[in-house]
């Protein structure tokens, strides 16, 4: 099963960060042409933010997947049943967002992990279909514990304080830094697409402290130029586009240049 999670290999590898792309538009289509995007190791479904309900989660997983690709599923929230959820449809990992504390982290790793680690409850028959090849129920029982990755992100001044105690939490994958959120928890919000300074050095910490736990670091950015720019501080994981954004900036695109405008530019919005 460790082989199957595209993205796991990809940090297995150490060859350099892991681009993926994030899905807030429901759909098995939207999916697939995410998917297939070249160069994607995975493809995030957003259940927080983005327009996925339980039955669109359960549609594009599969279909990314079948692409070869990981699905990723961010929670709307750390309640231990949409753990439960996103896992048992075949989520090769689970992002929480909006955590606080390492006790937070410890209590996600025990929804997210099969007996004895953990207290996940075990029957889907759905999840063993989202890898190839695909294990048994047996297999996956034995091996999910060590192939799926449990991931929070880092965007509130409560977790930054305590960003060294969270990285050392056993069975915490990855810290993914959400810029606007821990912008605006920290006082220092991205305006206009800025990352002041305060925020910035706040990014540095996380990594620094990701790596020194030994754990992987991701984050969150809103063009392929700023992506190149934390790909070259380190970054292992690492978001270029949203679907939403990118079909309203192509379509904007198009329609000025058709009309003789100029391209317009690309903001630094979400």
């Given at each position: 099963?460790?082989?199957?999670?595209?993205?796991?290999?990809?940090f297995?590898?150490?060859?350099?960060?892991s681009?993926g792309?994030?899905?807030?538009?429901?759909?098995?289509?939207?999916?697939?042409?995410?998917?297939?995007?070249?160069?994607v190791?995975?493809?995030l479904?957003?259940?927080?933010?983005?327009?996925?309900?339980?039955?669109?989660?359960?549609?594009?997983?599969?279909?990314?997947a079948a692409?070869?690709?990981?699905?990723i599923?961010?929670?709307p929230?750390?309640?231990g049943?949409?753990?439960?959820?996103?896992?048992?449809?075949?989520?090769?990992?689970?992002?929480?967002?909006?955590?606080?504390?390492?006790?937070?982290?410890k209590?996600?790793?025990?929804?997210?992990?099969?007996?004895?680690w953990?207290?996940?409850?075990?029957?889907?028959?759905?999840?063993?279909?989202?890898?190839?090849?695909?294990?048994?129920?047996?297999?996956?029982l034995?091996?999910?514990?060590?192939?799926?990755?449990?991931?929070v992100q880092?965007?509130?001044?409560?977790?930054?304080?305590?960003?060294?105690?969270?990285?050392?939490?056993?069975?915490?994958?990855?810290?993914?830094?959400?810029?606007?959120?821990?912008?605006?928890?920290?006082?220092?919000?991205?305006?206009n697409?800025i990352?002041?300074?305060?925020l910035?050095?706040?990014?540095?910490?996380?990594?620094?402290?990701?790596h020194?736990?030994?754990?992987?670091?991701?984050?969150?950015?809103?063009?392929?130029?700023?992506?190149?720019?934390?790909?070259?501080k380190?970054?292992?994981?690492?978001s270029?586009?949203?679907?939403?954004?990118?079909?309203?900036?192509t379509?904007?695109?198009?329609?000025?240049?058709?009309?003789?405008?100029?391209?317009?530019?690309?903001?630094?919005?979400?």
């Amino acid at each position: 099963m460790q082989a199957a999670n595209r993205l796991r290999t990809a940090f297995t590898k150490g060859t350099g960060p892991s681009f993926g792309l994030w899905q807030m538009i429901p759909g098995a289509n939207v999916s697939r042409v995410l998917a297939r995007s070249p160069g994607v190791d995975w493809v995030l479904v957003d259940c927080e933010h983005g327009n996925i309900d339980d039955g669109a989660m359960h549609d594009a997983v599969p279909a990314i997947a079948a692409a070869g690709v990981s699905p990723i599923v961010r929670l709307p929230d750390m309640q231990g049943w949409m753990v439960k959820r996103a896992l048992d449809c075949g989520a090769h990992g689970i992002l929480v967002p909006l955590l606080r504390t390492a006790r937070e982290a410890k209590d996600l790793v025990q929804a997210a992990k099969f007996p004895p680690w953990g207290r996940r409850g075990f029957g889907s028959p759905l999840a063993m279909e989202r890898f190839s090849p695909a294990p048994s129920m047996t297999e996956y029982l034995q091996q999910a514990n060590d192939s799926l990755l449990t991931m929070v992100q880092i965007e509130t001044k409560e977790a930054l304080e305590s960003v060294e105690e969270i990285a050392a939490v056993e069975g915490i994958d990855v810290l993914f830094i959400g810029p606007f959120d821990l912008g605006n928890n920290i006082g220092h919000p991205v305006i206009n697409g800025i990352i002041k300074k305060e925020l910035s050095d706040a990014i540095d910490r996380v990594l620094e402290a990701t790596h020194k736990a030994g754990k992987k670091v991701g984050i969150f950015c809103t063009s392929g130029e700023q992506s190149k720019v934390f790909a070259d501080k380190g970054f292992d994981m690492i978001s270029v586009a949203t679907d939403y954004t990118a079909l309203q900036f192509t379509l904007s695109e198009s329609l000025s240049v058709a009309r003789g405008g100029a391209k317009p530019a690309k903001g630094g919005s979400y």
